[in-house]
């Protein structure tokens, strides 16, 4: 349950590190940050979200730095606007640069604290840094702003089952399924929780469920015959 984003390394005894490399990436695709504003923006904004656009199509034809530098552009250009140090951070994260990443989250946070993007991408990396209570507030703001994001109770299932609340991360983890029941890599990390706290029948059913949707997926076959062997 704790990789984060492609780059994490894992604090708990079986992170589903396959499934937060894939899912939880980033939220849209390579440097997509929401619409946001329902007015239109000011003059810097109409500036920036060119430029975001462009480092966005770079970043879609897999020319990473140079979309880094579209942003840094759209950050010069609107300091203030949260919307460019996400996508900034989001771009720094695809090519390694964690603190880097790190440092822009926090900027747009600062820009836009409501930002439930801005607020779940910073709880992802300190998640990975063992901040586990500060990435429980912002993960707990995130979902308060934005009730439907699966990703979120992910990643916040994974803070608590460090945290060692094995209940409060399979519930976490039950309201994503709820909304994304077609992702195999949250049923496998609903089987490791669940095994974890005992219930092997229902972590067995969890992944076999992650099997069905992904049949290669080698956690879930490891994970589903441990399930077998402790029952």
Excluded at 34 to 48: I, L, M, V
Excluded at 49 to 68: F, Q, V
Excluded at 119 to 125: F, I, P, R, V
């Amino acid at each position: 349950c704790g990789a984060i984003g492609a780059r994490a390394g894992s604090a708990s005894n079986e992170p589903a590190t396959a499934m937060l490399r894939e899912l939880l990436k980033r939220l849209v695709p390579f440097g997509g940050a929401p619409a946001q504003r329902a007015s239109s923006p000011a003059p810097p904004y109409e500036t920036a979200d060119p430029l975001i656009a462009e480092g966005n199509r770079a970043e879609n034809d897999g020319k990473l730095r140079e979309a880094c530098e579209f942003y840094r552009r759209a950050v010069g250009a609107a300091p203030g606007y949260a919307r460019a140090h996400l996508n900034l951070g989001i771009g720094l994260e695809a090519v390694g640069d964690a603190e880097g990443a790190f440092k822009s989250y926090e900027m747009a946070l600062a820009c836009d604290p409501a930002d439930a993007y801005a607020n779940y991408n910073l709880a992802k990396l300190l998640s990975a840094r063992g901040e586990l209570a500060r990435a429980e507030r912002l993960l707990g703001a995130a979902l308060e702003r934005k009730p439907e994001f699966p990703e979120a109770s992910i990643v916040l299932s994974n803070v608590y089952d460090l945290q060692g609340n094995l209940a409060a991360a399979v519930t976490a983890l039950e309201v994503a399924l709820q909304q994304r029941p077609d992702v195999a890599g949250a049923w496998h990390n609903y089987g490791v929780v669940l095994r974890k706290a005992g219930r092997l029948a229902d972590a067995i059913a969890a992944y076999q469920k992650a099997l069905a949707l992904a049949p290669d997926y080698v956690d879930a076959h490891i994970g589903l015959g441990k399930a077998f062997d402790a029952q």
